[in-house]
C-alpha cells in the first residue's frame, strides 16, 4: 500500500515537473486519422486548439495500476478538477475507502496519509528546495486532459505557433519544441490533429517521460481518451510506469475540492513523507 502512493506521489509529481533533469484499446470512437493534405502551420495548430478537450471542471473515475520492477499495484482513483485551478486525487484501493489524498495547485501540493494521520502542503518553491525539481502545475494538467502545451506556460497563444518545430505526413504529425533547460518535447497527433502521445526527454536523452493516450470515445460531443499510459525511462530503460483506464468521466459538473484536514493529524514535510512511505509497511 505504501509503495502504491509513493509512486502515485512521486510519479504524479515527476510528470508535471517538467524542468528537471499501454493499455490494449478496444474498438474506439475516433481511431487515427488520415489527413488528405498537410496544413499551413498556423492551421495546423488553429484546429488542434480547435480539437483539444473543452472542459470548466472535471469529474472522472479510473483505475491506475502502478508498475515498478518486480511489483505491480493497483487501486481504484477518483479525480475532481477545476480548469487553472487545482486538481484532487482520491486514492481508494480497497471498498471506496480514502487512504490517500493528494491536492495540486496552481502554486502548492497537498497531501493525506490518513493510514497515519499525517499530512504535508507545501508550496513548489520548498518543494524544489527538497527535491530539485521544478513544477509547472499548468503541464500537468495538459498532461491529464489530452491538450498540446507550451512547456512553463497557462496556454497557447497563436503568436507562439512558429516556436513549434511541424512536421506532418498523411497519418500523423510530429511537433517538437525545446524549453530553456533544454528538455525536448515530442507530441504526436494523427492526421486529425488528435493528440496522440507525449515525449519529454533531457538533452542526453538520459532521462525522458512518455506519456500515451488510447481508447478515444465520445464524451458530450468531444472525444477523450479512455485509456492513459506513462512511462519513465533511464538510458532507454523502463523505471516504472502508470497505466490509467477511465470507467467515467463527466465535464462541466459541479465539484467539491474540499480539503479539510483532521486536528489531530501531525504535519510532516513531503520529502519526509514520501521517504516514510518508500520504506517497510512494519510499523517501528
Known amino acids: 500500500m505504501k509503495q502504491f502512493f509513493r509512486l502515485v506521489a512521486v ?13 490494449k484499446s478496444s474498438k474506439e470512437a475516433g481511431a487515427p486519422v488520415v489527413s488528405e493534405r498537410a496544413k499551413a502551420h498556423n492551421e495546423f495548430f488553429d484546429a488542434m486548439q480547435e480539437k483539444a478537450f473543452r472542459y470548466r471542471t472535471l469529474t472522472a473515475r479510473l483505475n491506475m495500476d502502478l508498475t515498478v520492477p518486480g511489483k505491480e499495484l493497483s487501486s481504484r482513483v477518483d479525480l475532481k478538477m477545476v480548469k487553472d485551478s487545482a486538481f484532487q486525487l482520491s486514492v481508494q484501493p480497497m471498498l471506496g475507502i480514502e487512504l490517500f489524498r493528494i491536492e495540486l495547485s496552481t502554486d502548492s501540493v497537498k497531501v493525506i496519509d490518513r493510514l497515519n494521520k499525517r499530512y504535508a502542503i507545501e508550496s513548489y518553491g ?35 505557433y512558429n516556436r513549434f518545430q511541424l512536421t ?7 511537433i517538437r519544441i525545446e524549453d ?15 493528440l496522440l502521445s507525449t515525449h519529454i526527454a533531457d538533452e542526453s536523452e538520459r532521462y525522458a517521460l512518455q506519456w500515451a493516450y488510447d ?25 516504472g510506469g502508470i497505466r490509467m483506464r477511465f470507467s467515467r468521466i463527466q465535464p462541466n459538473v459541479p465539484v467539491n475540492m474540499e480539503f479539510s484536514i483532521p486536528a489531530k493529524y501531525k504535519q ?4 519526509d513523507m514520501v521517504k516514510g512511505l518508500g520504506g517497510s509497511d512494519k510499523k517501528k
Open 11 to 23: 510519479s504524479g509529481l515527476a510528470a508535471c515537473l517538467l524542468s528537471a533533469g499501454g493499455c
Open 126 to 160: 520548498e518543494l524544489k528546495g527538497q527535491v530539485a525539481l521544478v513544477f509547472n502545475f499548468y503541464n500537468l494538467q495538459a498532461l491529464f486532459t489530452n491538450h498540446l502545451f507550451m512547456p512553463g506556460e497557462q496556454e497557447i497563444s497563436s503568436r507562439q
Open 168 to 174: 506532418q505526413e498523411k497519418s500523423h504529425a510530429k
Open 180 to 194: 530553456a533547460m533544454k528538455l525536448c518535447y515530442t507530441f504526436m497527433a494523427d492526421g486529425g490533429e488528435k
Open 215 to 239: 481508447d478515444f470515445r465520445p464524451t458530450e460531443e468531444q472525444l477523450f481518451p479512455m485509456a492513459m499510459s506513462a512511462q519513465f525511462l533511464m538510458d532507454g530503460v523502463p523505471e
Open 268 to 271: 510532516i514535510t513531503f520529502a
